[in-house]
């Protein structure tokens, strides 16, 4: 099966730039959407399509999607950004199937 | 506005069989391309995908869990259900109902999960 593999953290200074990464064969030829879940609530669709924001969702999140490896930036981090990011896929190599990444904790310093 | 609910028990034993319900409105499972799935999140762990159903029925199962899972729907009440046979103390977990408007599109819309806990 599918597997994509995320760094269990990240830390990052207030201002500075977040990038998160999700690892997986060839997935750069494979559509991947990220999600943040801050604590006791759902997870929410930050970034789809690689690369394309929900409306709603700061400029600060951008995306890309090359190779082996999909990366989430996160630029200006702001305290509120501190969560938990997970990134997913449809594997249409195994009859179309989901897959979620292993999540990376964000802390903000 | 899209809004989605999860219910069912909190507490079910081992060897059981759970039963929970996605109760939904803002969309109609009868329009092409929507699907509801099923993602469970056990605490302090990362996010599982277990099942998803498609507008025409078309259904999906995480391979790990296919054997234990059944996702059905009813479009007249605007639900889907999913059964999970021989519950076992790892299954113990948060569980959301999410919506995803097309094949390959990311789930936009989450219910707001319900703990579900294994015990005897």
């Known amino acids: 099966s599918y597997v994509l593999t995320q760094p269990p953290s990240v830390s990052v200074a207030p201002g500075q730039t977040a990038r998160i990464t999700c690892g997986g064969n060839n997935i750069g030829s494979k559509s991947v959407h990220w999600y943040q879940q801050k604590p006791g609530q759902a997870p929410v669709l930050v970034v789809y399509d690689d690369s394309d924001r929900p409306s709603g969702i700061p400029e600060r999140f951008s995306g890309s999607n090359s190779g082996n490896t999909a990366t989430l930036t996160i630029s200006r981090v702001e305290a509120g950004d501190e969560a938990d990011y997970y990134c997913q896929v449809w594997d249409s190599s195994s009859d179309h199937l989901c897959v979620f990444g292993t999540g990376t904790k964000v802390t903000v310093l | 506005q899209i809004t989605l609910k999860e219910s069912g028990p909190t507490l079910v034993k081992p060897t059981q069989t759970l039963t929970l319900t996605c109760t939904f409105s803002?969309?109609?499972?009868?329009?092409?391309?929507?699907?509801v799935g099923w993602i469970r999140q056990p605490p302090g762990k990362a996010l599982e995908w277990l099942a998803l159903?498609?507008?025409?029925?078309?259904?999906r199962y995480s391979p790990s869990l296919k054997s234990r899972l059944t996702i059905t729907k009813d479009t007249s009440k605007n639900q889907v259900v999913l059964t999970m046979t021989n519950m076992d103390p790892v299954d113990t977990a948060t569980y959301y109902c999410?919506?995803?408007?097309?094949?390959?599109?990311?789930?936009?819309?989450w219910g707001q999960g319900t703990l579900v806990t294994v015990s005897s």
């Open positions: 803002g969309f109609s499972l009868s329009t092409s391309g929507v699907g």
């Open positions: 999410a919506l995803a408007n097309d094949y390959g599109d990311p789930f936009d819309y």
């Open positions: 159903i498609y507008w025409n029925d078309d259904k």
